[in-house]
């Protein structure tokens, strides 16, 4: 028999790393074991443990300390019943103390006041890392989240004849040293970039690669995304993010993307009207706009009041509010589509200021986080 502990704390922690993949039907995590001594990421000394889960797309994986373990073996690995797993860590995460757990026929954790027995499955498949390595990148997380969360939003997941839509690219650059990230749903796209990246040294030759990943399975990933350096490796159809001590495998696609059109299209734009304003602000007009709404699909128009002054309305004009901007220049009013609008804004701090650049009613709304930055959203103006 063997016998462990682990603060449950530290477990409930390691559970939710690899919620995004415990939620997926008839999930198994695999649990091992190791006769083998770690530091601890917070406290004390103890056994490495680890824990994984796969779901068919993505797979998660977190290690951890088990103390006062009692072993004869130098590798453990149990299989057990993710959801079940992942609920009682959870519930007793909210506790304080440990939690103390025998593997025999069957794994028994008992904490918290309470005893609960989990039978131990078969062992289930999990995704191999690929051995060739196409690129290797190290970069500081928090650049890395503002890549992904600025760039990879704007996916498309339900409609069926934009199957392709669902994607999120990454460009990998290794002459310039940078990734641009890039994603579409048809009626607005957006691109983030990130310059001064640090490529290490591989056998594979190409200077620059696309690569595309689901933007849901992406989105998914990012809470796991908690220490301040990251290295993200390509393989042949795998993604990999190391981030501390949490490691997470993408399978990525083969699939036509356009993206060399969107960046195209990016490239080209430039309108004339300058608009600066409070992301804060835009927000709460927009949230005006929605609640005057008698439409299923939301129209926002934007128009020009002139003397530094925009005003948002509904296409009805049963409901409107007026904000203070700086602009150059002027334009009339060009109408959007709502809820894309607001999911563009609200990929940026409450607290910051952003450009928008506005032309005639037919023109795309080009949204940065600053005037000359690289990375911007672009929204396809609708019929009114």
Do not use: W
Not at 14 to 39: E, F, M, R, Y
Not at 163 to 182: E, G, P, Q
Request: charged share 25%.
């Amino acid at each position: 028999m063997t016998k462990f502990k682990m603060d449950v704390k530290e477990l409930a922690e390691s559970i939710g790393v690899i919620a995004p993949c415990t939620a997926a039907k008839d999930s198994v995590i695999k649990i091992s074991l190791l006769n083998k001594q770690a530091k601890n990421r917070d406290a004390g000394e103890g056994n490495l443990i680890m824990f994984l889960c796969y779901d068919e797309k993505k797979q998660i994986a977190t290690f951890a300390a088990a103390r006062e373990v009692q072993m004869e073996q130098d590798k453990l690995e149990m299989y057990v019943d993710g959801k079940n797993f992942s609920a009682l860590a959870m519930v007793l995460g909210q506790r304080e103390g440990y939690a103390q757990f025998e593997v025999d026929k069957h794994m028994t954790v008992d904490g918290a006041n309470s005893r609960i027995n989990f039978a131990l499955l078969d062992a289930t498949s999990t995704l191999a890392k690929e051995k060739s390595t196409l690129y290797r990148v190290n970069i500081d997380t928090p650049r890395l989240r503002a890549i992904l969360r600025r760039g990879g939003y704007a996916y498309y997941n339900d409609n069926k004849n934009l199957v392709n839509m669902r994607y999120v690219a990454l460009l990998f650059d290794k002459k310039a040293a940078k990734i641009t990230v890039c994603s579409s749903n048809g009626n607005m796209f957006a691109i983030e970039e990130c310059s001064n990246v640090a490529f290490g040294e591989t056998d594979f030759p190409q200077a620059s690669m696309v690569v595309l990943v689901e933007g849901e399975q992406l989105k998914s990933i990012l809470k796991t995304l908690t220490d301040e350096n990251s290295l993200i490796e390509v393989y042949g159809n795998q993604l990999m993010i190391r981030n501390g001590l949490n490691v997470c495998i993408l399978r990525t696609a083969e699939a036509e993307y356009p993206l060399e059109g969107i960046l195209g299209i990016a490239n080209s734009q430039k309108q004339e009207c300058e608009i600066k304003v409070s992301v804060a602000e835009l927000l709460k007009a927009i949230d005006i706009i929605n609640i005057a709404k008698t439409e299923n699909v939301a129209c926002c128009i934007i128009k020009d009041l002139g003397n530094n002054r925009i005003c948002l309305q509904t296409s009805q004009g049963n409901g409107k509010t007026e904000i203070e901007v700086q602009k150059k220049n002027s334009f009339t009013e060009v109408a959007f589509n709502a809820d894309y609008f607001k999911s563009i804004i609200s990929n940026y701090d409450k607290g910051a200021e952003i450009y928008l650049a506005v032309g005639g009613p037919e023109e795309p709304l080009l949204i940065k986080k600053e005037k000359e930055y690289a990375g911007l959203s672009c929204l396809l103006p609708v019929s009114r």
